[in-house]
């Protein structure tokens, strides 16, 4: 470990908050632990002329360390931004929701750009975030498509950012509906699509209440169920700005790809082919579909050599990706998986197994995004 004296990050110490690392003695005995709160100047003094020290990778922000971490702790990583931004637009309605979002967006765009193909396995995989209402998932998985297709599309990293941003919001007024909708096998109640029709509105509105002052932002999420055609809502303008159409077609994909209480989730080569021919001139629409290809990482596939595998990573085709077995070619459990490269002779994908196909434990899981 690598330490620093406390005196010179005292500027990262507030008095009546708590500490963001440790305090460790001359000799590194620990002397306060991080989230300790010091109450006084004299305190912070006295710390200072014994020589106190902290160690430099707690210094590190949630992007840095994102941005550093070997390739085996990024899974782990991304478990922990999940439950952050799900925390986060949980808690909308504080006063701090702006800046809990920021310090959130930062660590979750690093890790999209540091292994897309990590990031588009959280879109994918049934077994990840699984932990988050439903509507929190739906909202994280649109923000990490539209992430990819704007830089695909070679936005700005500033525009990028909006772009997750625009889609990770842009139904937070209606969270909660959405887990209800999910679980629902009946048609939308009448006050239910009141709802449905006035989110746009109740987003920007609860947006704006938290300090969200971004006139761009602000308007993809109001227009970002209008349609080129006049046909979407709530104005049915045929003008809808380029982030609020990006984050309609994020929006329209990830929902093929969940489940719910009345239809199986839609495999990923039928998912690509629907929106697909929903509007296939349009540059967004090639580049999403570019994007995560007919075996995205996350796919469970079957193998002509007969074991069963989910996809780890985009191959150098869109045929060809790479693999992680999890079963032998007689469907037996393995005890740890092994990547298989469908490139290779009699290894190819033969087919899609079914969303709902039971994936490998989570230990197996871990080792094999770990690779």
Request: hydrophobic share 40%; proline share 7%.
């Amino acid at each position: 470990m690598n330490y620093a004296a406390l005196s010179t990050v005292r500027h990262r110490v507030r008095l009546g908050e708590p500490l963001p690392f440790s305090v460790r003695d001359a000799d590194r005995t620990l002397l306060l632990a991080r989230g300790f709160t010091l109450r006084s100047q004299a305190q912070l003094d006295s710390l200072m002329n014994r020589g106190a020290l902290v160690d430099l990778a707690e210094l590190l922000t949630d992007r840095e360390r994102a941005a550093q971490a070997p390739r085996g702790e990024l899974p782990r990583l991304w478990n922990q931004a999940a439950e952050k931004l799900g925390h986060a637009l949980l808690e909308a309605k504080t006063e701090t929701f702006a800046a809990a979002l920021d310090d959130t967006v930062g660590p979750a765009m690093t890790l999209v750009e540091r292994d897309p193909d990590l990031a588009i396995f959280q879109v994918l995989s049934q077994g990840a975030c699984v932990d988050a209402a439903y509507g929190v998932r739906r909202s994280l998985h649109s923000a990490i498509t539209a992430c990819l297709v704007a830089q695909r599309l070679a936005w700005q990293p500033g525009e990028v950012e909006r772009a997750f941003k625009v889609a990770l919001t842009m139904n937070i007024s209606m969270l909660a509906l959405q887990g209800e909708l999910s679980r629902q096998r009946t048609p939308p109640t009448p006050e239910q699509r009141v709802q449905l029709q006035s989110h746009p509105m109740r987003s920007v509105q609860m947006l704006q209440r938290a300090g969200i002052t971004d006139a761009e932002w602000l308007r993809a999420v109001l227009q970002h169920h209008e349609v080129e055609d006049g046909s979407g809502y709530p104005s049915g303008r045929t003008d809808p700005c380029e982030l609020a159409s990006l984050a309609r077609r994020a929006d329209i994909y990830t929902s093929k790809l969940s489940a719910r209480s009345t239809r199986d989730a839609m495999a990923a080569d039928a998912a690509g082919r629907a929106i697909f021919m929903q509007d296939p001139s349009h540059p967004m629409t090639q580049a999403l579909v570019k994007e995560f290809g007919i075996y995205p990482p996350g796919s469970l596939v079957r193998l002509g050599s007969g074991e069963a595998a989910i996809v780890v990573q985009r191959g150098p085709t869109v045929t060809t990706p790479v693999v992680a077995c999890f079963t032998d070619a007689g469907d037996r459990p393995l005890k740890a998986p092994y990547r298989v490269a469908t490139s290779e002779p009699g290894r190819g994908v033969v087919g899609l197994l079914h969303p709902a196909t039971p994936q490998p434990p989570a230990g197996v899981l871990a080792a094999a995004l770990a690779g």
